[in-house]
């Protein structure tokens, strides 16, 4: 009920080795793993949702302190996750600002220089609240993201392609 993370994890790894030590020896602990377990999904769900928010504003002490919380309950690998989903999130929002308007070449190499700049954005953040992750949550957020766009990435580029050939094909006959 009260909400405080921290205290909670401690006390879920408590039960854990106290389930571990009692086992299936005393009855009265028998659907202890089952309850220990909703209330890890619990606290998990509470931590994700706190982390997707910490990662959004680039709250470093509370990524921090969140991704220690889910070392506790063994959850680690959802830090990368969280991580990749949240950070990418600007950059695909960039990407997905372009406007045909604007001619393509000029607009992605604006883009590709955005991605840099973030991407060193990135590892100086992550080296500072979550080093155990760095490089590899850098690295698997750039993936994802050109993962994300590469059909995307293709229709504009040949739309590009062939919007220059017919200008330049029709500037040779002015």
């Known amino acids: 009920k009260s909400n405080d993370l921290i205290r909670l994890a401690d006390a879920l790894q408590g039960l854990r080795r106290g389930l571990q030590i009692v086992?299936?020896?005393v009855p009265e602990f028998s659907n202890g793993p089952e309850k220990l377990e909703n209330l890890e999904v619990r606290v998990l769900d509470m931590a994700v949702e706190r982390l997707e928010e910490a990662l959004r504003t680039q709250n470093g002490d509370?990524?921090?302190q969140l991704c220690g919380i889910l070392g506790q309950l063994e959850k680690?690998?959802?830090v990368e996750q969280f991580y990749t989903k949240v950070r990418s999130k600007p950059l695909v929002d960039l990407w997905e600002e372009y406007s045909p308007e604007t001619p393509f070449p000029s607009w992605v190499s604006t883009f590709?220089?955005?991605?840099?700049?973030?991407v060193?954005?990135?590892?100086?953040?992550?080296?500072?609240?979550?080093?155990?992750?760095?490089?590899?949550?850098?690295?698997?957020?750039?993936?994802?993201?050109f993962q994300r766009l590469q059909i995307p990435c293709k229709a504009r580029l040949a739309g590009a392609i062939s919007t220059s050939s017919i200008s330049f094909v029709l500037d040779g006959y002015d």
Do not use: F
């Open 23 to 25: 086992g299936d020896s």
């Open 62 to 64: 509370a990524t921090a």
């Open 76 to 78: 680690e690998s959802l």
């Open 112 to 118: 590709y220089d955005e991605v840099t700049r973030s």
């Open 120 to 145: 060193v954005s990135e590892c100086d953040w992550c080296k500072s609240y979550i080093p155990n992750r760095l490089p590899s949550a850098v690295v698997n957020m750039v993936l994802v993201l």
